[in-house]
């Protein structure tokens, strides 16, 4: 009987644990995972701090009973080390765990700011359950709240921060708003938006210091001083692969797989944050950590790990954001890549005054990659268009001049793509 451990209670590791279960009714199963809750959904935590659902909302399975129904052994520990020689992992209370396959799902931790005062008390992160407990005591109506970092996961915890009726300031070392998703235009729009929200941004600006104390006060870069009831750092993650160190386990940023989600190593395998996969729409390994992506390298994982050939078709680099209801969105290589061509269009008066914005990245005639904020007719046709790496042919130099007919471009190229590739195939037979 085959031996499967998942180290990580995720998303991924969860989806893992049941994919196993299917089809392999007879395996042995043990999920693995380093916090008391029961196995919970990150990206519901922003949810819970508006008040929208209560903690058992945040819980991936509903039903108390589901992983001892399905006969999948629940842990609660932290590992501390893999020995691939003996098949073995070591957790931090020195017990061990032998496997046959094992699933390195362990996602992310919280990137922590080297800046004097992040132990003081009232400084949290907001990547858990039990911080969240410590946020809502704290961010109440009226409450001063400072953020660091104004990223993806910083602008979603913002929004449930406002919903909550903080005075809140957010402090974002690049010089605009989401940096890594958007460019100059956008990420400036973006905070423009923030602002006529009643948020204090300021951009191209460092915490230097956190005094203790009632109130905290918070040395900012530009000389300022602001104090805080509650200060939050979401200044980013870093995947959970420390405990890898040594073991044999090829890891660049994340831990390294093949399109099987197979690692360095035959019978260790990697899913989700962790995980660094191929993406063909870059033409090279990155992490994406995005929830769609964990389920979908969590199935192709398990499956191979049950003996059946599944290949992970690419890695999705998509960001959908809503802040505090200005949509905006990130495709494929949005800056653009070396020898592209990039059009823009902005109405800075458009969609009630929330303004709009359309960046589109061409590589010869292929859309690579694209920005857009307040824009949301056609999100699903973007990323068709980048995901696809559709042949625009001269519907190419119609974008260029008018962004917006990306529905049209879409249908037709689209269309005529597959019949062009529907001939070929008839031509094979």
Same mark, same amino acid.
């Given at each position: 009987?085959?031996?499967?451990?998942?180290?990580?209670?995720?998303?991924?590791?969860?989806?893992?644990?049941?994919?196993?279960?299917?089809?392999?009714? %007879?395996?042995?199963?043990?999920?693995?995972?380093?916090?008391?809750?029961?196995?919970?959904?990150?990206?519901?935590?922003?949810?819970?701090?508006?008040?929208?659902?209560?903690?058992?909302?945040?819980?991936?399975?509903?039903?108390?009973?589901?992983?001892?129904?399905?006969?999948?052994?629940?842990?609660?520990? %932290?590992? /501390?080390?893999?020995?691939?020689?003996?098949?073995?992992?070591?957790?931090?209370?020195?017990?061990?765990?032998?496997?046959?396959?094992?699933?390195?799902?362990?996602? =992310?931790?919280?990137?922590?700011?080297?800046?004097?005062?992040?132990?003081?008390?009232?400084?949290?992160?907001?990547?858990?359950?039990?911080?969240?407990?410590?946020?809502?005591?704290?961010?109440?109506?009226?409450?001063?709240?400072? &953020?660091?970092?104004?990223?993806?996961?910083?602008?979603?915890?913002?929004?449930?921060?406002? %919903?909550?009726?903080?005075?809140?300031?957010?402090?974002?070392?690049?010089?605009? +708003?989401?940096?890594?998703?958007?460019?100059?235009?956008?990420?400036? +729009?973006?905070?423009?938006?923030?602002?006529? &929200?009643?948020? %204090?941004?300021?951009?191209?600006?460092?915490?230097?210091?956190?005094?203790?104390?009632?109130?905290?006060?918070?040395?900012? /870069?530009?000389?300022?001083?602001?104090?805080?009831?509650?200060?939050?750092?979401?200044?980013?993650?870093?995947?959970?692969?420390?405990?890898?160190?040594?073991?044999?386990?090829?890891?660049? &940023?994340?831990?390294?797989?093949?399109?099987?989600?197979?690692?360095?190593?035959?019978?260790?395998?990697?899913?989700?944050?962790?995980?660094?996969?191929?993406?063909?729409? =870059?033409?090279?390994?990155?992490? =994406?950590?995005? @929830?769609?992506?964990?389920?979908?390298?969590?199935?192709?994982?398990?499956?191979?790990?049950?003996? @059946?050939?599944?290949?992970?078709?690419?890695?999705?680099?998509?960001?959908?954001?809503?802040?505090?209801?200005?949509? /905006?969105?990130?495709?494929?290589?949005?800056?653009?890549?070396?020898?592209?061509?990039?059009?823009?269009?902005?109405?800075?008066?458009?969609?009630?005054?929330?303004?709009?914005?359309?960046?589109?990245?061409?590589?010869?005639?292929?859309?690579?990659?694209?920005?857009?904020?307040?824009?949301?007719?056609?999100?699903?046709?973007?990323?068709?268009?980048?995901?696809?790496?559709?042949?625009?042919?001269?519907?190419?130099?119609?974008?260029?001049?008018?962004?917006?007919?990306?529905?049209?471009?879409?249908?037709?190229?689209? @269309?005529? &793509?597959?019949?062009?590739?529907?001939?070929?195939?008839?031509?094979?037979?």
């Amino acid at each position: 009987m085959t031996h499967h451990v998942i180290l990580g209670a995720g998303p991924a590791g969860v989806i893992a644990a049941e994919t196993i279960r299917k089809h392999a009714p %007879q395996d042995r199963i043990t999920l693995v995972g380093d916090e008391a809750e029961p196995p919970y959904s990150r990206m519901a935590i922003p949810y819970l701090l508006m008040g929208n659902i209560d903690e058992r909302g945040t819980y991936l399975r509903k039903g108390p009973s589901h992983f001892a129904d399905l006969k999948i052994n629940q842990v609660t520990a %932290q590992a /501390s080390r893999v020995d691939v020689a003996t098949k073995t992992v070591v957790f931090k209370s020195g017990e061990t765990l032998a496997f046959d396959r094992l699933l390195i799902a362990t996602g =992310s931790h919280p990137a922590r700011p080297p800046i004097p005062g992040m132990d003081s008390a009232g400084v949290y992160p907001c990547w858990t359950l039990d911080d969240a407990r410590k946020i809502m005591a704290l961010a109440r109506p009226g409450a001063r709240v400072l &953020q660091m970092g104004a990223g993806f996961i910083g602008c979603i915890i913002m929004e449930s921060l406002k %919903q909550r009726g903080v005075q809140l300031s957010v402090v974002e070392m690049g010089d605009r +708003m989401v940096p890594r998703m958007m460019g100059p235009m956008a990420g400036g +729009m973006i905070r423009n938006w923030c602002e006529t &929200q009643g948020v %204090q941004v300021f951009t191209g600006t460092r915490v230097e210091a956190i005094e203790p104390g009632t109130p905290l006060k918070v040395r900012l /870069s530009s000389g300022q001083t602001v104090e805080a009831d509650l200060v939050i750092s979401a200044t980013g993650v870093k995947p959970n692969i420390a405990f890898l160190e040594n073991s044999g386990i090829t890891c660049l &940023q994340g831990v390294l797989t093949d399109e099987h989600l197979q690692t360095s190593v035959p019978g260790i395998y990697a899913a989700g944050d962790c995980a660094e996969a191929f993406d063909k729409v =870059s033409g090279k390994t990155i992490v =994406s950590a995005i @929830q769609p992506n964990a389920a979908e390298q969590a199935r192709v994982a398990a499956l191979n790990m049950v003996g @059946q050939r599944a290949e992970l078709k690419g890695v999705t680099q998509i960001n959908v954001l809503d802040t505090l209801g200005l949509i /905006s969105t990130s495709f494929g290589n949005w800056e653009g890549v070396p020898g592209g061509e990039q059009v823009e269009l902005t109405d800075r008066q458009a969609n009630g005054g929330k303004g709009r914005h359309l960046s589109l990245q061409f590589k010869d005639d292929v859309l690579v990659g694209c920005n857009s904020v307040g824009w949301t007719d056609h999100v699903g046709v973007m990323r068709g268009l980048v995901e696809g790496a559709v042949h625009l042919g001269p519907w190419k130099e119609t974008l260029q001049r008018d962004p917006t007919k990306l529905m049209e471009a879409y249908l037709a190229s689209a @269309q005529a &793509q597959s019949q062009w590739s529907g001939a070929t195939d008839e031509r094979r037979r």
